[in-house]
């Protein structure tokens, strides 16, 4: 790989041996990739904080935050001093919601090294948003702008609706990037891999966050790692919000591997079909109209059975505030279930907002709660007794059932907040 001089220094280890580990790391990584050099990026997404039992125990034997780090970020057995960050460094969602302990079957000592953990990476300069959807609290990277992100619905949404370049980075890789300000330059980072491959022409107009939902799952299965170029015909008559592309990302990437996607007229890559494949001939046209939609839905609901349900969750990516006042007005007047148990999750910042809003007390006045930080498929958490899951998110009803051995049903958050209430899932295709 070609390194600037000032790469060079910080590899033979002029800004001491945490640079230099982090630096070593991002080399062997980029030869695998076949990168010819890195970019510098000034814009990090990472998950840094450590929470898992074998973290703890490394601590405990270690007696040391840094070997943690050394070990876990940077691949390295040899515990050196971690520096403080180069780049702005965002905190992606957790393991825990860390205020729910006893909600989420906590043990203490784990609350407390959680604690310890997010002590050390924010005093390094991380920014402790605990979210999957970092865009929603003010980072917003511009066209053009080089990151090193994880999370692939964080990725997604960067590249496509931002565009902004990043590719899905490991713990690793984006942890070296915050000490260095460097990622490798492959992938989405290059223009011509950012361009166009499938064609899909859109005969009915989705709508509704669920619509946009079942199109992304759609859509990801086909093209898998490739890049989609949505077109309607007659163009969108309403363009999607940060709601929709949200959810229409997410499910993309995880029926799929999508990482970056056009929408024409709507995404900035993408002002014109030709604009978008920029050149590439599409290697399939594929169209999506209304038996597309169902079959997908009942590709989604496959697992569904037991009408009776335990566990309504919400805000998978995290809900935006406009979600949660929309859920906390379907709840107005209602109250969830005794048998069923409502959790919706959302960004801390926001769930502060939601709070002053009053949103988070009609919630919880009508039964449900409103947590942070994380989800049910990445805390690995649900109720206790839960066997049958409502939710109105495509990529929860992706994961959940495999990981968690729950059944799961499918749509709108109206729906959703309907089976919360009555304990039952009444909700069909609209
Ligand atoms: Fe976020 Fe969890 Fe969904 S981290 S994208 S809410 S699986």
Redesign the pocket.
Known sequence: MRLTDEEKAMLDGRDGPGVQKAMDLLMRYGHALDAERLVETNNVCSILTASMPFQRKYALRTQSMDAVFSEFTLDSSEAVPIPKFKAFTSH??LGMDPAQGERMALPEEAIAFYRRSEAHVSGLGAQMMN???PYQLGNVPTRGEHCAWM????VVYCNSVLGARTNTEGRESSGAAAITGRIPYWGFHIPENRRGTHLFELDAEPESVEDWGLLGYFIGELVQERVPVLHSPRGLRRSPNLARLKHFG?AASSSGGVEMYHIVGVTPEATTLEEAFGGNRPVEVIRYGAAERRATYERINATGEERQVQYVML????YTLEQIWEAASLLEGRRVHDDCTLWI?TPRAIKSLADQSGATKKIEDAGGVLMSD?????AKVVPKGTRSVALD?V??AH?LPAQMGVKAWFGSTEQCIDAACTGRWNGSLQ
């Open positions: 992606l969602q979210t999957c959807t999370e692939s619905s964080a997410a805000g998978c990516p995290h999750f994380t989800c049910s498929a990445v998110s990529k929860q994961y």
